[in-house]
């Protein structure tokens, strides 16, 4: 395991410094992310102290340093998990070899192309994101943000890693693509639908970081078990960060369903929009929306690239050892959905085929955790409402449902029943204005938006009332 270089111009643990080639491309990339940052990184509050935790070394203990920095001056580095020793393939074809520390010829393409897609969300989310610091909740939220930003920017520095170091020439050209290939460009988006949405208030920011950045760990997970050591590595990595986003999601949502459930008991109604809150059924239709979206990410039902990529050994499933079958998966079945005229039916078909529905189930069943959560608070307040997640049908562009209108309990329905409940089941305009109405930037330390609870305790064991972002 190489020493972390942490004084490095590029902070890592890969031994940079031993690989000169590598070390120079990679600095002649480091000017064009830092221009890209600051282009299409945070608006507001770009040079401000933010105190953010940095990525100093991969142990158990220890890993982050927190402390205040101004974001250009954030120290991205290139971070990979140990090498686990001995670590064989857990599935496909080549299941039971040693693992590998090159790409084989045969799969660089396919590989490269894995590599690609996850690295173009993460700064694709960063794009996004970069207006919502001008209407923070509070500067405690405000600093989970860029927190999210950095690492999402230190996620593609980990992608960029691997296509220089490991694809050559055309992998200096994809790095570089990266970072002009922008969310909502017309001419140039981000390869990945949901990433070239909007994410326009803070609702949709909770929202998005609780249920596309939980797509993100599945992908991660799926990838940590690849045959090609250095991704498995560099993804057991970023799923440690990762989880701070999900947390940032799942107790901002929380949060908004706290103080909804205050509101409408002051005020004794369920509409509370005249109190700056936000109503329940607009919550759920925000749920509706990012959750189908997001259902999108995964693919269609059955796939062949999937297959291959399986086979191959170049991604396998969630916590694919700790399952028990063969790992090969071409003669066991399962049935994926079907749309049929009178409703959803099944097929059959072999795991191996339905890989991107088994990893949408999993998804689906961490999801629905949150939600269980939300419930509870809500029935401990009193109120008589529960969230669900729409039937997974609902609202899908990709798949076997994407040119058919469902209903979020997963009925057949016609155009004229899908035009005229479509307000009641997504969020409306006015639904969006009315939350957008309520986003205003909140810079007092302590001091929380009326539409949100402020969180149970603060990051790092500073209190909630600390000056995470000095303004
Ligand atoms: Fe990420
Ligand atoms: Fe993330």
């Given at each position: 395991m190489a020493a972390v270089d942490i004084n490095a111009k590029i902070p890592n643990n890969?031994?940079?410094?031993?690989?000169r080639r590598l070390q120079r491309a990679l600095e002649q990339w480091q000017p064009k992310f830092v221009r890209w940052w600051e282009e299409l990184g945070p608006a507001a509050f770009a040079r401000n102290p933010v105190y953010l935790r940095t990525a100093i070394d991969v142990g158990q203990e220890g890993w982050a340093n927190f402390g205040h920095v101004e974001m250009p001056d954030y120290r991205w580095g290139i971070f990979l998990s140990d090498r686990e020793k001995d670590r064989k393939i857990a599935f496909g074809d080549h299941k039971g070899e040693d693992v590998w520390q090159e790409v084989p010829g045969e799969y660089r393409s396919d590989l490269r192309r894995l590599i690609v897609v996850q690295g173009d969300t993460e700064p694709a989310s960063v794009e996004q994101q970069r207006k919502l610091s001008l209407t923070a909740p509070s500067l405690y939220d405000m600093r989970n943000l860029f927190q999210v930003n950095v690492e999402e920017g230190r996620h593609l520095w980990a992608m960029v890693y691997l296509l220089h170091g490991y694809f050559g020439r055309d992998g200096r050209d994809e790095a570089d693509e990266m970072l002009e290939r922008h969310s909502g460009d017309a001419d140039n988006p981000r390869i990945l639908g949901a990433f070239n949405e909007e994410t326009p208030d803070w609702l949709s920011f909770f929202m998005f970081t609780y249920f596309t950045d939980r797509d993100g760990k599945y992908q991660l997970a799926s990838l940590r078990e690849s045959a090609f050591d250095p991704l498995s590595r560099t993804c057991e990595f970023m799923l440690k960060e990762e989880a701070h986003h999900m947390f940032v999601g799942a107790s901002g949502v929380g949060r908004v369903v706290q103080r909804t459930a205050e509101l409408i008991r002051e005020h004794d109604t369920d509409d509370i929009h005249q109190y700056g809150g936000i109503n329940l059924d607009v919550l759920q239709k925000y749920i509706n929306f990012h959750y189908s979206v997001s259902l999108d990410l995964f693919g269609s039902e059955t796939s062949t690239n999937a297959a291959n990529y399986f086979a191959s050994g170049l991604k396998g499933r969630f916590q694919e050892e700790r399952r028990d079958d063969d790992h090969l998966l071409k003669s066991v079945y399962r049935t994926v959905p079907d749309w049929t005229e009178s409703g959803i039916g099944a097929r059959e078909v072999t795991q191996l085929a339905a890989l991107n529905e088994t990893l949408r189930d999993d998804y689906s069943e961490d999801c629905q955790k949150g939600v269980d959560r939300w419930n509870r608070a809500l029935e401990e307040a009193g109120i008589n409402f529960t969230f669900r997640l729409a039937n997974t049908s609902f609202n899908r562009k990709v798949g076997t449902f994407r040119d058919h209108h469902m209903s979020p309990d997963g009925k057949p329905i016609s155009d004229a029943e899908w035009e005229a409940n479509m307000d009641r089941w997504l969020p409306s305009d006015s639904d969006r204005a009315h939350v957008l109405s309520l986003m205003t930037g909140v810079s007092e330390p302590g001091k929380m938006a009326g539409w949100v609870a402020p969180p149970s305790r603060g990051i790092h064991q500073k209190p909630v009332d600390y000056e995470y972002v000095r303004v």
């Open positions: 890969v031994d940079l410094a031993g690989d």
